[in-house]
Antibody
Framework: QVQLVQSGAEVKKPGASVKVSCKASGYTFTGYYMHWVRQAPGQGLEWMGRINPNSGGTNYAQKFQGRVTMTRDTSISTAYMELSRLRSDDTAVYYC??????????????WGRGTLVTVSS | SYVLTQPPSVSVAPGQTARITCGGNNIGSKSVHWYQQKPGQAPVLVVYDDSDRPSGIPERFSGSNSGNTATLTISRVEAGDEADYYCQVWDSSSEHVVFGGGTKLTVL
């Protein structure tokens, strides 16, 4: 079964870091770029960046440069998104999502169910 | 950076046609994708590459893209279509994915 399984909800204090995992199954992990998208409560979708699971190369949205790190472990078909120096406005559901093919035509055909990260003192 | 503009809300009666727009500078030159998101769920792709439908998506969902506006059209709207809809493109100049702000479709 083709799916992305994300890690469970997290509660963090301001200034801390969080690392969310996304385990792929049912397809060749290294064959598809993995992206991370977040959604604050009652807000829209916000793209955070992507990782090439094959090479490990990354590209981050300018907003998150310096605070986000995307990595992967090909031996267990898992992608990770770590966000540091958390603030209350980082409270959101974080999704991993798969794309295929040429970036010009990139669309997300497979999504994880999301991981709620709550930042609160 | 590239900006996509969607109306915050669209309302339609059951059985009628809903049209959700997505505006962007020369968006007609880009490939536009649309997602449906129901409360508490992950987004679901409903239209890709302007007008193609993934398997399992009803023919009632269609898309078009020209000039500065892309449009998602939902024919014969049903109560189950009530959701938030997002458009998305790839911005080659920034090498970033861009989402529209989302449109809440209300079925009256």
């Amino acid at each position: 079964q083709v799916q992305l399984v994300q890690s469970g909800a997290e509660v963090k204090k301001p200034g801390a870091s969080v690392k969310v995992s996304c385990k792929a199954s049912g397809y060749t992990f290294t064959g598809y770029y993995m992206h991370w998208v977040r959604q604050a409560p009652g807000q829209g979708l916000e793209w955070m960046g992507r990782i090439n699971p094959n090479s490990g190369g990354t590209n981050y949205a300018q907003k998150f440069q310096g605070r986000v790190t995307m990595t992967r472990d090909t031996s267990i078909s898992t992608a990770y998104m770590e966000l540091s120096r958390l603030r209350s406005d980082d409270t959101a559901v974080y999704y991993c999502a798969r794309v295929d093919g040429d970036p010009t035509y990139w669309y997300f055909d497979l999504w994880g169910r999301g991981t709620l990260v709550t930042v609160s003192s | 950076s590239y900006v996509l503009t969607q109306p915050p809300s669209v309302s339609v009666a059951p059985g009628q046609t809903a049209r959700i727009t997505c505006g962007g500078n020369n968006i007609g030159s880009k490939s536009v994708h649309w997602y449906q998101q129901k409360p508490g769920q992950a987004p679901v792709l409903v239209v890709y590459d302007d007008s193609d439908r993934p398997s399992g998506i009803p023919e009632r969902f269609s898309g078009s893209n020209s000039g500065n506006t892309a449009t998602l059209t939902i024919s014969r709207v049903e109560a189950g279509d009530e959701a938030d809809y997002y458009c998305q493109v790839w911005d080659s100049s920034s090498e970033h994915v861009v989402f529209g702000g989302g449109t809440k479709l209300t079925v009256l």
